[in-house]
């Protein structure tokens, strides 16, 4: 073969770069929007008294998930979704980091925005990050993000932005006292419009937008709490305020990528990262008045309400969309099946996760059979689902009822029987003898009927299988 002459080079480079940019753009633009403590029974399409049409709308037009699982709480829910593991295998099963702690979720591991980053993607990060602050390696902008506008610690003043009267308000490593008045979700959205506008489009973009509402305490602009009528509960009045308003948030940025040209190559996914907090201080701006009904439960329990949460996916990209899944999904399938949309390599740490984009494009069964709800030795409590049972073992009895709205039926639960109480006693390892619970949380998800007692063997059966997994525990780290 000879030598290429001028016009040959300049052809050649010209579909080398046509070719790299159609690989590039072919990628599809993620945008992940995680709930905080948003329960079963706080979206429109669950419960009508909420506001949420725009949620409902992408919801209904997409993929809703009716067996999304998260874990029950915060900062684990987050390790999960970021490291594609569960957490009780990377030391973050026990309780939320509290601010100060001198932990966080482990530098050992590669984080989603560091693969996708590594693929090609412009990697953004807006709102809560809860995933330790006690050094810069541990902070957003050194695990895989280009850019981070947020708060480091887990819960914050919505207007003044401060935890225990500490600004905890940045941008990258930068405190933003200007900001002060300025109600943060509008702060976010506006920053995640910003994100998208000024988004070069010959690159894919992941924006991981983590909503701080409807987290505590109750704050919202009046304008949303004036939607609701003014004989509701107060404090679940302005919890269901601050749904809307998150709705707004959803519907701003879901806009911006049109008007950006982006949204007919984006896969836009929303879910909660816990069940909501049911409790309501009376009297208290700081209240909790999220709501899981008819799920059992509270956020912080491993009973349906506290991890079975609202979740869709939208897309254009979607092959088949309008429609309801009850397919088994938890929140470490979202790393593995992201990966595969962007074609990024999952080689490397091990995954807990499954990629599940057959079953939410096509409508295919759910890669998973098994799905840990967690393993905490501190408790101690754990729970395993296999195909549709699930098993409970150990302390589970805090927040262990069903609690309807608060303007239904205040200060009060819909209290489990002595029949539903009842359960055999089993000892998981030498953690000890605690009770043991076995649903079909298909048939029975509200877990009214406990089964443990019919079905001995598969009682002795899951607990064996936990008791194996258990032996791939990381120990807790202080929270």
Known sequence: MGWLGPAQLVLVLVLVLALSDGATTNQPHIVFILADDLGYNDVSWHNPDILSPTLEALAREGVILEQNYAQPLCTPSRSALLSGRYPFHVGRQHDVLSPHMPTGLTINVTLLPERLRSAGYSTHMVGKWHQGNCAPEYLPQNRGFDTFLGYWCGQLEHYNHTVQDALDFWDGDRPLPELDGVYATSVFTDRAESII???????????YLSAQNPHAPLEVPSEYEELYPATMNADRRTYSAMVTALDDSVGRVVQALKDADLYSNSVILFVSDNGGSVFSNHGSRDGFAGNNYPL????????????????????????RAGYVSHELIHITDWMPTLLRLAGASADGDPLDGFDQWPMLSAGQ????????????????????????LKLLWGDNSGSSDWYPVLEALPDSSDRAPASA?????SSLGSLGDYPVYLFNVTADPTERQDLSSLMPETVQAMLERLLELSKELVAGRPA
Request: no cysteine.
């Open 197 to 207: 506008k000024e988004h070069n489009a010959s690159r894919p973009l992941f924006m």
């Open 365 to 388: 069964p759910s890669a998973r059979t098994e799905m840990v709800y967690n393993i905490d030795e501190k408790l101690p409590n754990a729970a395993l689902r296999i195909g549709d």
């Open 421 to 425: 109480r009842r359960s055999v006693r």
């Open 296 to 319: 059992r439960g509270d956020k912080n329990t491993l009973w349906e309400g506290g991890t079975r949460t609202p979740a869709f996916v939208h897309s254009p990209l979607l092959e």
